[in-house]
């Protein structure tokens, strides 16, 4: 008899002063103590306390458990699970959004987001799950190119190696959570081609004809605001290995609206899929491990002239802040000899003070070490693409 897996994901939208916040907790800490799932994925669990809760809610009947600390705002990705949990790794992305980008409430720079990594054994089989939050376009219409794909494009070929490089041993590799990539944009496409993995939602043998898919901006979600974009963006994405071949039987949306509330348990729609684990021996088919190279070579290629667009338009940032950071010494020695009162003339220098204070930091510190790092995912990608080369000569 395979063995049976159910998981979920859920970005819980656990920003500062979201809206029902202690309620909403409280019903999904509920919702996942009803022994439905083996495996949670949550995001956007962002305070301890909101973690905490959902640990003592839940401990009977997901006694297994980690978060995944990282950044000033934690990166609030957090795994509950019903099997033990033998190791834990986690990777924090080089790139992730900018601290001078007021515009945005996720505040991406801060919260130092990751991908997370949960070793765990299951009826003898060795399964790794992975946990992401990744960095939103922050985009007006689906075909905007977002200002931050540089990053993003970064975050996912990260995520891909990551899982590459830890999930050889394996016998069932699974990558959960608020991917913020649609299903055909790039950061989707270099995740699934360079990783091998395969989208639950696309391969289930069966989902319910009047689920969409969506995972934010459903209409029917009350947290939905006027403009928010319709899309999937919340995935379950698989691999098995050469002892393991894994189906998925069931996929679908869930957790939408709260029991008995008027309100939704997030502003995303959670995502359920369940699995079937079944031993093989002998080698695998073909088709159990389609090879995705040229479309992973092809998907380099673009985030690579991306990486390096970005690269010029890091340039232009460092000047103007140099320019900010001289104008302001400049304009501190004239100042003191203004015929103004001192009361004036410190707050002036001290707005100045701080001013040198930030440009310094943002063009000396911040874009250096965000040019550092679009070079080393460049170095990475171009490694790839060489060794392809190389092979295909």
Request: net charge negative; charged share 20%.
């Amino acid at each position: 008899m395979p063995a049976e897996l159910r998981v979920l994901t859920l970005n819980c939208w656990g920003v500062m002063f979201c809206p029902k916040m202690s309620e909403r907790f409280q019903a999904i800490g509920e919702e996942l103590r009803t022994g439905k799932y083996d495996l949670v994925s949550l995001q956007e669990v962002f305070t301890d306390d909101m973690y905490r809760k959902l640990v003592y809610l839940v401990s009977n009947v997901l006694p297994y458990h980690h978060y995944f600390y990282s950044g000033w705002t934690g990166s609030g990705v957090c795994v509950f699970s019903k099997h033990p949990i033998a190791d834990v790794c986690q990777h924090q992305f080089t790139l992730n959004g900018q601290p001078d980008d007021i515009r945005k409430v996720e505040l991406d720079w801060f919260g130092g987001s990751l991908v997370g990594l949960c070793r765990i054994q299951y009826s003898g089989t060795e399964i790794n799950l992975y946990a992401a939050h990744t960095h939103a376009a922050h985009t007006v219409t689906a075909s905007d190119l977002s200002v931050y794909e540089a990053h993003r494009v970064s975050q996912a070929f990260e995520i891909s190696q990551f899982i590459r490089f830890t999930g050889r041993s394996a016998d069932l590799s699974i990558l959960t959570g608020d991917l913020n990539f649609q299903p055909w944009e790039l950061g989707l496409k270099i995740i699934q081609s360079d990783s091998g993995m395969e989208d639950a939602w696309l391969t289930a043998e069966h989902k319910k004809a009047d689920d969409s898919g969506v995972t934010s901006g459903h209409p029917e979600n009350n947290f939905t605001a006027p403009g928010d974009l319709v899309e999937r963006i919340d995935y379950i994405l698989y691999e098995g290995s050469a002892g393991y071949r894994v189906k998925c039987v069931h996929c679908k949306t869930t957790m939408h609206k709260v029991p008995g509330k008027p309100f939704n348990y997030s502003d995303h729609e959670g995502v359920l899929a369940h699995f079937e684990l079944e031993k093989v021996s002998g080698p695998r088919d073909a088709q159990s491990k389609p090879l995705y190279l040229s479309e992973r070579d092809a998907s380099l290629r673009q985030a690579v002239q991306i990486l390096e667009e970005k690269m010029v338009s890091a340039a232009s940032s460092r000047l103007f802040y140099m320019a900010v950071l001289l104008l302001c010494l400049l304009l501190m020695l004239p100042i003191t000899h203004l015929p103004l009162h001192y009361i004036v003339t410190s707050l002036i220098n001290l707005l100045l003070g701080l001013l040198i204070g930030w440009s310094f930091w943002m063009g000396v510190v911040v874009l250096e070490t965000e040019k550092r790092g679009l070079l080393a995912t460049k170095a990475g990608m171009e490694a790839l693409l060489k060794a392809s080369e190389m092979k295909n000569k």
